[in-house]
């Protein structure tokens, strides 16, 4: 199976901070990539595919990019509303993994 | 709009089984494949299984590979997932997902989930 390792696990920064989350995959998984955000007691919701496209209707302050193994993902401007977890998840190969998740906090 | 609901989770015993089903509106249910996704209490989310559009072809995370068996009625708009043999660690939040093609893969839409706790 595909390991997925994100980093940092948590994070806490201010209003108005760029904000990255790194996620390294074990192996090659070319641009196979998502990230989704997931509130607290919500499910997940897409926001970015196939690495860096983003999902329609989400806000340009979300952004992705990366391939092979490293794949980073960016809150250009951190909003009150973006408090939530955020994953990465492979999809190059099944079964599709996760990557533990970060906890974005307002400081 | 894609709307999917998740019903038919609740407390059993180890040992036990539970069917889950997930009723999809809002989009062309035959022609997408579908998944399940489960998040145990506190932790991250962990893909289950997975169903092509069709029925034809299925997968399964080897945690679940012989006790879970996915299925669809497309008649219905209705996927399935029959959970046999269930353990402690199977205690999660199942959620249904809808994927973007006809093949097995990641998620666009998730419904809201269905809370199994699986304990004596």
């Known amino acids: 199976d595909i390991q997925m390792t994100q980093s940092p696990s948590s994070l806490s920064a201010s209003v108005g901070d760029r904000v990255t989350i790194t996620c390294q995959a074990s192996q090659d998984i070319s641009n196979y990539l998502n990230w989704y955000q997931q509130k607290p007691g919500k499910a997940p919701n897409l926001l970015i595919f196939h690495a860096s496209n983003l999902e329609t209707g989400v806000p340009s302050r979300f952004s992705g990019s990366g391939s092979g193994t490293h794949f980073s993902f960016t809150i250009s401007s951190l909003q009150p509303e973006d408090i939530a977890t955020y994953y990465c998840?492979?999809?190059?190969?099944?079964?599709?993994?996760f990557g533990g998740g970060t906890k974005v906090e307002i400081k | 709009e894609v709307q999917l609901l998740e019903s038919g989770g609740g407390l059993v015993q180890p040992g036990g089984s539970l069917r889950l089903s997930c009723a999809a509106s809002g989009f062309t249910f035959r022609n997408y494949a579908m998944s399940w996704v489960r998040q145990a209490p506190g932790k991250g989310l962990e893909w289950v299984s997975g169903?092509?559009?069709?029925?034809?072809?299925?997968y399964y995370a080897d945690s679940v590979k012989g006790r879970f068996t996915i299925s669809r009625d497309d008649s219905k708009n209705t996927l399935f997932l029959q959970m046999n043999s269930l353990r402690v660690e199977d205690t999660a939040v199942y959620y249904c997902?809808?994927?973007?093609?006809?093949?097995?893969?990641?998620?666009?839409?998730w419904g809201q989930g269905t809370l199994v706790t699986v304990s004596s």
């Open positions: 998840q492979q999809y190059d190969n099944l079964p599709l993994t």
């Open positions: 997902a809808k994927n973007p093609s006809v093949s097995v893969g990641p998620s666009d839409y």
């Open positions: 169903i092509s559009s069709g029925g034809g072809v299925t």
